[in-house]
């Protein structure tokens, strides 16, 4: 057998083809029409065909709300009543003509009824920090429409938002766009008016959730089933809370992060607050006190910066102290913060060593969510020094003051100026015996 080249490259027909084809693109060279020119050609041709393509905006017919109504949740206060109810999918669709669930927008339809003799104005941002503006979603589904089309589009949006002043006795409805909630969202309405302020919360189930049973719901059965003991001292108060566990435990026993938080208020003036400052529900690690998982967890979130990845886990006590329920839980960051890479909610080695951080942002977070009304410390887990941390399950280390922040929280606004003090351990009394004495602490009480 004769040995040679390849019989693809000894083939003349394909050699001459080649050849022509190389000539060509020689020629086109020549005259400026080369590759470049070519690609200039494609696009330009493919610009003109989208625009053939692109379609001015239909505006969707009169939707039914029947079914949406059905679903309202209202709350009235003072003269004012707040509705809102969150459309799911297929109501979404129906009502802008787009889907926009696809951008992580879940809007809310909001309606205010003001049956007072003052002029009112809605804050969204106390609903939502990060929340859309109408032309801002509307610019994030141009895509498909053409110039008139857009334009028809994003008024469309802007008439379907919710205006922010309400007259006397008069009501005002529409759309606030906000970040999704996956478990039922806490909706914070703030209004004010001339040397007026109020805030008025409700809870809104969300729908085409992937949790079968929300954190609100859960929260109503364990609060059906507990027995509480009501306290209207504070020095009865405190004890209390210096009894109770110092630490959270994993399902083994096996003890887990100090229990470093107290809130004491309702659940819709609590949650707001926290929303002021861009805390939200969010599945955490699962971490056990009072023979249950926590009963909710939130961290910082915001789409599009990294949050500081702080998360808190609470349980509800069986004390009320003035009438207001009273939460203990623990608020820990990952090693590393914003730089670790994760959400904060793994328990064990990634928890940052110096627990009490965390905590001191919390305390100021809510310091400037302004329905903070007093704020002190008690005694908890016990100090421990960075020179003999203590290890947690899995194999996370710690060191604190000991102390737990305790933060009373109150219906109407409180300047920062206003705040009490309960005046029951000094923060700076701790931190310097830390310093000077650097030796450890005897051990907290186990859960």
């Not at 609903?127 to 610019?139: G, K, N, W």
């Not at 009501?230 to 887990?256: F, H, I, K, M, Y």
């Not at 923060?427 to 005897?442: E, N, S």
Request: aromatic residues 8%; contains cysteine.
């Amino acid at each position: 057998m004769r040995t040679g080249k390849p019989a693809v490259e000894r083939d003349p027909g394909r050699g001459r083809r080649s050849g022509r084809w190389c000539s060509r693109l020689d020629r086109g060279r020549r005259s400026g029409r080369g590759p470049g020119a070519l690609r200039l050609i494609v696009l330009l041709g493919s610009a003109l065909l989208l625009a053939s393509c692109a379609t001015r905006y239909q505006k969707p017919d009169p939707f039914d709300d029947t079914a949406l109504r059905a679903r309202v949740k209202t709350v009235a206060e003072d003269g004012i009543q707040v509705s809102a109810v969150i459309p799911n999918r297929a109501e979404i669709e129906a009502i802008f003509g787009a889907d926009l669930t696809k951008k992580n927008i879940q809007p809310l339809w909001l309606e205010i009824r003001n049956d007072t003799d003052r002029q009112i104005f809605f804050l969204p941002t106390g609903l939502d920090p990060e929340y859309f503006s109408p032309l801002e979603v509307a610019f994030g589904f141009h895509k498909p429409y053409s110039k008139e089309g857009r334009a028809e589009f994003d008024r469309y949006i802007e008439s379907t938002g919710m205006q922010l002043r309400i007259d006397p006795h008069t009501t005002e409805s529409g759309f606030i766009f906000t970040n999704p909630d996956q478990d039922s969202k806490l909706v914070n309405v703030d209004l004010f008016g001339l040397k007026w302020t109020k805030s008025i919360a409700l809870v809104v189930p969300t729908p085409d959730r992937d949790v079968p049973d929300s954190y609100y719901e859960r929260l109503v059965r364990t609060r059906e089933g507990l027995v509480f003991e009501d306290v209207q001292d504070e020095a009865r108060l405190r004890e209390l809370l210096e009894q109770l566990p110092c630490c959270v435990t994993a399902r083994d026993g096996s003890r887990g992060e100090p229990l470093n938080l107290v809130m004491v208020g309702s659940l819709t003036d609590i949650g707001s607050s926290l929303i002021r400052r861009s805390y939200r529900v969010a599945p955490a690690a699962p971490w056990y006190l009072f023979g249950r998982v926590q009963d909710v967890s939130l961290n910082k979130q915001d789409t599009w910066v990294a949050a500081q990845p702080h998360t808190v886990r609470a349980w509800l006590t069986d004390i009320r102290f003035q009438g207001k329920t009273v939460w203990i839980g623990s608020v820990t960051m990952p090693l590393g913060g914003r730089f670790a890479g994760g959400s904060g909610n793994d328990a064990g080695p990634r928890l940052d060593p110096n627990i009490d951080e965390a905590r001191n942002d919390l305390v100021q977070d809510m310091i400037y969510s302004q329905h903070l009304g007093r704020l002190g410390f008690a005694r908890g887990v016990g100090r421990v020094t960075t020179s003999k941390p203590r290890a947690t399950q899995g194999g996370g280390t710690y060191h604190t003051d000991g102390l737990r922040a305790v933060l009373l929280f109150e219906h109407d606004p409180v300047s920062i100026s206003e705040i009490g003090n309960l005046g029951w351990e000094r923060l700076v009394d701790h931190y310097r015996t830390q310093i000077d004495r650097g030796d450890g602490a005897p051990p907290g009480k186990t859960p």
